[in-house]
């Protein structure tokens, strides 16, 4: 029988050890339903999250509400929105209680005084064209000098089919300031015309995520097995999908039989008692959803189908570490 012992070599193993003992139990929050921007394929808004519940204001019910996660067991807070930053006191409760990741377009700084070493991951839409074309604004101008040199943030870059050849001067900007990049794709929630993927383009696209990673691995935070899974929508046979999906709320998920799933993960809207389908869009067919996390968590949850030979199961490591790094439980 194959083992992780067998197919590993000692400093992969070591590898193994290290993200193996980790344990992540996430679970996502609306902070808030508003937000200082309007981009056009926000999946929030364009399947009217924010107005699937009326926000909670009171501080004291979220710390309340956020203790009752932790006995649920939950041991990672992503934090989205709409935009967290407009909301700093409840950030701050999470902060203070659980290993917490905020999502935020950059606009607002998260001061460092009072966030000293929570993870940021700053929402980038490809280069000034790109931003003014469907944020309405070049938000790089900002959240650059916001986050220049910060050791806790990242940019989380949503490539569009419009950025293919175009990635390079993006992914240099963003070294030049000081930052890592991780790179997802558009999923055009709201069909902008011109911005859905073709399967040349999809391909097209991983050959430049794979340059970018060769050619920048100090600053591109990825892997070429979550290149290929995120074109391609595949792993190992298997097509990614609702009845594959890990990222379903697990009270709402009555689905038969029952994926490999991330365990007790709720998405929470701001109201603290009203839950969304699944980590994105309530309303996206997930036949087009190009997820980055819904896909990296659907390999991490799927180790079993990577242990046929050592190179699925070191992709597959790979594949952790980089989910590991870009929510601080391990090292850059
Ligand atoms: S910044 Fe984020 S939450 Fe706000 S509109 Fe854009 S995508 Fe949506
Ligand atoms: S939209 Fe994406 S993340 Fe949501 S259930 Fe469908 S496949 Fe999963």
Redesign the pocket.
């Given at each position: 029988m194959k083992t992780v012992s067998t197919l590993l070599s000692d400093d992969w193993h070591e590898r193994y050890r290290r993200i193996s003992s980790l344990n992540i139990r996430s679970s996502i929050y609306d902070v808030t339903h508003r937000c200082n921007l309007r981009c056009k394929g926000c999946f929030f808004f364009s399947s009217n999250e924010h107005k699937a519940a009326h926000e909670e204001t009171g501080i004291g019910k979220w710390e309340y509400f956020i203790d009752s996660e932790l006995k649920r067991g939950v041991n990672l807070a992503i934090l989205i929105g709409g935009e967290p930053t407009l909301c700093l006191d409840r950030v701050e409760a999470f902060y203070r209680r659980v290993p917490t990741f905020c999502a935020t377009n950059g606009l607002i700084k998260v001061p460092r005084d009072r966030f000293p070493d929570m993870m940021v991951g700053i929402s980038l839409w490809g280069d000034a064209e790109a931003e003014k074309t469907l944020r309405g604004k070049d938000t790089f101008a900002i959240s650059s000098k916001n986050y220049e040199g910060d050791p806790h943030a990242y940019y989380l870059y949503t490539i569009t089919p419009k950025q293919i050849g175009k990635i390079e001067p993006v992914i240099k900007k963003i070294r030049d300031v000081g930052l890592k990049v991780h790179m997802q794709l558009l999923?055009n929630d709201e069909n902008v015309d011109g911005f859905f993927w073709s399967p040349e383009e999809l391909n097209d696209i991983r050959m430049e995520m794979d340059d970018m990673l060769d050619k920048y691995p100090d600053t591109v935070i990825s892997s070429r097995y979550y290149h290929q899974i995120i074109t391609t929508g595949k792993m190992m046979g298997r097509s990614?999908?609702?009845a594959?999906?890990?990222?379903?709320t697990d009270p709402l998920d009555s689905r038969e039989p029952r994926p490999k799933r991330l365990i007790n993960f709720i998405r929470w809207a701001s109201d603290l008692k009203t839950m969304h389908?699944?980590?994105?869009?309530e309303t996206?067919?997930?036949a087009?959803?190009?997820?980055g996390a819904?896909h990296m968590s659907w390999v991490m949850v799927n180790k079993r189908l990577h242990m046929d030979s050592a190179r699925d199961l070191r992709n597959w490591i790979e594949v952790y570490e980089m989910f590991a790094k870009l929510y601080r439980f391990i090292p850059w």
């Open positions: 999923s990614f999908g609702w594959e999906c890990p990222s379903v389908r699944c980590c994105t869009s996206r067919d997930c087009t959803c190009k997820d819904a």
